[in-house]
């Protein structure tokens, strides 16, 4: 038996569900409506976001637009407001007579237009009407009573009343005659009235244009416009739709600012009462940067081809930012924003616009170029030269084969024709010889063409480290060891990483290096002076690149190494070489015979033991030699003599004896050398160095192009994915201090499972991944570790996770064809080669130069300034000038155009390919077009002559008190370039605009400006002008342009022996610019 | 203990179903089973006193004056299932308004996901791939199982037990159901949901679902173990164990029914016997490959040019 007992009423008939109804009914209902609430807004958050942006918005525009009628108050206050003001009403009061006569007849018209027009329409319509029945009806008979009925009609009289109460009678013809009348004659008065107006309407629009154009923020209409626009905001889904790059993108459905025409910030719309700008407010902040959006229409770009994130989503701001597992291009974080950069401008080596520039990723490619990552990392568009000429000397290699099997063909060819039976048979076989030596001579024309390929190819080809078969000649033997152990030990800034090796690789590395270097006799130098030495490193413009002092005493440059201890590491003799010519090899490399070609191998062919630029034929194969050091240093043109002098000075740079290393004889022991060629081999030392035996080794690391799209999965996080993943607690791996400082939001807390949190505990940490991991020596994670900064690792991270595969179209990406593109190809060798670190290519871009103290005080000492550097001089010219730079070819000691500059100009021995890309660069840059054709002067007469010496000459401006002459003891306190220079040098144009204001040109020159004034519209000189001056027309400036471009040298020294050159050869140097403006001043009665 | 991997399974919106199940089946299997303990005991009252079976009409009640002698469907089974279908209803709405369809990113045939899991409701059958060649365990067993659920009807010679709950008078039927339905079918899910990680492998509750977890795992063939090398050796050497696994087995359940069950056995035709034996013999055979695998590593026991078993 059941343990409840049974009961009273039936349990099944008798139980009420009323109560389970109600309720279940109840809860039903409930969440019915969250369905609908969750359907309607739940999913629909951007419907929150334009609620507040409507009160927000409005509410900032009303504080806005007080701002802004304050300012065009201000605006309406200028004396060049009140003129245009002036114009307009003195245009409007002598027009008021008679546009107010016009206006009357036009209102006259007018009403009498519209008397006769109420009767004249009723009448027509009533016309029309019967003439559609008379069209309709049938019969002939009908037709004819219809048309009676309408002659009728409009025979019939109808009267019609004007304005000034008379009546008049008309029939139809007539009222409709009178109507055409009437209309013509008002279309007239009102274009009369136009014409009299049109001064009057011109000054509006003057006016208003002024307003506008002055205008900080907009004007009160457009503010109103703007309101309006945001109170009657209806909720909606606001989208960019691009069907070709599939891209659609909502996101302006919650950043509803983004492209408003004012700067809207975060704090602006923040809540009053609120401290933090909440999640509204800093959605509805405008663009930070409204000038990309200019170059970057975001009806074609839409939002997330450049910063990412889920552009469709649209049920929440997880969603929408794509910050979710499974959305694979999670939103770019603010501080790594530029890798969008990277999608679509991965050809271009600098982004700047105007005078801005994108310094993250420009310094994130930079860094990536420089500190040598593709040595071992091979990324598109870098370090091309390695591939390439690979490419050339395999095809050289098979023509060499083909030509020796030609060769063998022919002779075999030519004895079976001896012997062939029949003349006839001879003769086929003579031709076949005659054919395959025909095609051995393309054959050679080819492998000429590939020679000259290479040669190129060579000259280009830089390595980012040191040539190690000088090892012997370069290096204290003892040191090597030393610094491999950990490099930033001996100098913090180098860019050689720290490899981690043990001090048994260390030994078989160092044994390897130094038994495998030439071991050539230097020659012999003698010791220099020290004090000239440290004066020429700090003038000839050295510290552009190289850096003295460390910590915060280091002055000069970062882009070559830091020579605080260099006395301790290297040999005197090699340095003398290497500072007067740091291309000069000890030996050159033939890549075709895949060795260094010593005196021996040029002695068998009984050739001289020369090699250089324009000797570099293989003695043994005729192949193109590899004759220069691998490195972007350049020839400073200095004298044996200077370069010993810096040489003494900088081996003076150290700060323990070379002597006091320990003795490292293990690294002649010929045991170890072996194992030294597998440990270089496998940590890829070839990627930076040129290393004996290394010459072909390929790149040792994963190909980095697409490195951000690679799946996170094939990132390997090790032992750290769980810990990556969850974040918390434990969440930070690296544990050395030095290493986590360089990540740049410091150790993390959050998850950071995602490629920035790779990237930047990579290169914060190169082996982080192998901690906890026992492995051998040989599996060991190889990146060495790079020693960077916090914004070093940023900038890369960035670069990186820019680094894409990307969806877009090929159209999006900036390939540009035209002049663009040359600049886009240009700024790969300005960087290469460090020119900004002595010249201005961008406005308000500073050179390291600038920062350096003994420039503080001597503007005029610096590197000129090349931003406009293409529409000054003559593209031939400057072809001629970067590829020697003295302008001569055997007074090289000098620099070509500015004498009086201490900096030197080095010869970089440019290949003819980065010549024409840096010519077309400095082309494009100035928007000059190519190709630049040289202006015919005009060539002037004895009398224009005459004075334009005397406007040359004048005491007002004595142009050779500062330009140089050539005369050497003038020259010494010279501060401008020889006039001689122009004919061949410049442009007219340039120098014409040039001689007016060269302040505009180039702020903080020298040259005085004011020099001309403009009377007439022509440009006569602003001081006193000479007496042969008088009665000449023409203008002055063209005048002594043209004299300038005939002058010859010996009317130079003819003008220059005639000048008081005593006074200013007095002048102390300091004081030069201050007392040449000064006479100018005086002279050109302060024009300037 | 990983509690957080515990939870990341759980809380995952797949598995969702699979963690509900687990409790309700248990309730409900409590729940069957409280009310077929109630009846047995009834029914063995009823059998001791046949006088008392006349005053009985719903099973565990007696009979009461004014109590309906039949309950009509309509209202009084229609209006449960109503109140049923709205609670129903709300439960799917609020599910359908607080977990989203567990999409991800879209597929990349160079990068699978690790582990790839079928449906929840499939992963029973995803495991048995562990243990036999796919064309068995996705198509022979799959087949088998739709067969056996319709022969049924066919094979069941059983009258009693319809329409109420009872242990004692449906002993076998229970028990193969509840051995097909909780060990074969939900216990394999469970350990395809839970206990299956990265690599397929087995993952211990609360153990890290680690991707790089490295185990050694070597698996033999039965015929090895035997020193059996000869492809015709291991064919003849599986064919008698599989044939002879079928042989004592069919032994077994013959005795087995006719000592316990000799009024079923004496029901039931020689076909229909036949079959019942081959179905049930099959679906113990899954569970003891399995503890072979598990066990002690053995692959395949059964070798042949055209089959594994």
Known sequence: MPEKPIPEHDPI?????????????????????????????????????????????????????????????????????????????KAYQDSKAQADEARRKLDDASARLLAVQSVFTDRRAYVNALTYELETSGSASAKASKQKEIDKYKAEQATVEFPDGTKKKFTFPQLEETYNEIRDERTKLSLDLGDVLKPV??????????????MVDLTPQQIQGLKKRATEWDPAIVQINVAEANIVDRCESCHMNTREPLKVTAAAMTEKGAKQPDEYAQAFA??????????????KFGCSPCHQGNGRA?????????NYEHWLWPLYPKENSEAGCQSCHSADMVLASGDVQWQTINNGKDLFRQRGCMGCHRYEGYDKEPEDLNFVGQQIKQIETQKKENVKNTADLMKQADAAESNDVANKLNTQAVDLRVANSKLDARLQQLDFQSHSLMQDQKKVGPNLKDARLKLNKNWIPVWLKKPSDFRPTTKMPNFRLTDHQIQAISAYIWQTGFTDVLPKHKPGNAAHGKELFEGRGCMACHSIGEGDQMQGGTF??????????????????WIHNARQRTRPYCPYEKKDIGPEDYAKKNLPYVFDLDHSKCPNDGHELQVQNMTVMPSLRLSPEDAE?????????????????????????????????????????????????????GRIGTELTYEGSKPIERLDFALFTEVAQRGGKGAEPIKDKEDLARLPDGPAKEPWYDHKGFFEHKLAEPNVYDQGKVKTETEALRMPNLHLTKEQVLDLTTFLMGSQETSLPQSYQYKPGDARHDIQEGWWVVKKYNCMGCHQFIPGQQTILMGLKQYQDAQEQLPPKLLTEGARVDPEWLRKFLSNPALSTTDTNRNGVRPYLKVRMPTFSFSDNELRKLVRFFEALSQQPLPYIPQQMPTLTAKESDMARSLFSSTAAPCLKCHATGDPGHDKIATAPN?????????????????????????????????????????????????????????????????????????????????????AAVQPSSNRKHAALESHHTAGGGSR | MDWRQLWEICSAPDNVPIVGLIPLLAFYIYLAVKQARANDQLIEQLEADPAMAKTHHRKTWPFKPGWQKEVHVWPFLLRIEFLAAIIITIILMVWSITLNAPLEEPANPNLTMNPAKAPWYFLGLQEMLVYFDPWIAGVVMPTLIIIGLMVIPYIDTNPLGSGYYTWKQRKFSISTFLFGFIILWVAMIIIGTFIRGPGWQWFWPGQTWDHNRLIYEVNRDLPDIFGITSNLGKAIFGAIVVGGYYLVGGGAVYSLFRRRMGKDFSRMSLLQFSIMQFLLLTMVALPLKMGLRLLWHIKYVWITPWFNI
């Open chain 1, 13 to 89: 008939t008798g139980k009420s569900f009323a109560i389970h109804y109600v309720v279940a009914t109840i809860i039903l209902i409930a969440t019915l409506f969250w369905a609908l609430y969750d359907e309607a807004w739940g999913q629909r958050p951007w419907k929150a976001f334009q609620d507040q942006w409507k009160n927000r918005y409005s509410a900032f525009l009303d504080t806005a637009k007080s701002k802004s009628s304050k300012s065009e108050q201000s605006v309406e206050q200028d004396p060049q407001y009140a003129a245009l003001k002036q114009d307009y009403q």
């Open chain 1, 201 to 214: 309407t011109a000054a509006k629009a003057k006016m208003d244009e002024y307003i506008s154009d002055h």
């Open chain 1, 286 to 299: 405008s663009h930070a940067q409204p000038e990309l959006l200019q170059i970057h229409d975001p009806e």
């Open chain 1, 314 to 322: 649209t049920t929440s701001i997880e969603k929408a930012h794509g």
């Open chain 1, 560 to 577: 070559a190494a830091n020579l605080t201890r260099v006395g301790e590491k290297a040999n005197y003799d090699y340095l003398v070489r």
């Open chain 1, 645 to 697: 002098d810096i040489a003494t000075y900088l081996m003076s740079q150290k700060k323990q004896e070379p002597s006091s290393y320990p003795e490292a004889a293990f690294m002649d022991d010929p045991s170890l050398k072996e194992e030294g060629k597998k440990w270089v081999r496998f940590y890829g030392c070839g990627g930076c160095h040129e290393i004996s035996g290394m010459e072909d080794e």
């Open chain 1, 979 to 1063: 006039f001689l220079l122009a004919k061949e040098r410049l442009k007219p144009d340039w120098v014409e605009r040039w001689i007016t204001d060269p302040q505009a040109i180039s702020p903080g020159t020298s040259m005085p400006s004011g020099l001309f004034k403009q009377q007439n519209s022509q440009w006569v000189f602003a001081g006193p002008t000479p007496p042969t001056f008088n009665g000449f027309e023409g203008d002055h400036r063209k005048l002594l342009t043209d004299y300038i471009f005939q002058l010859t040298a010996e009317e130079q020294r003819r003008v220059a022996s005639s000048m008081p050159r005593a006074k």
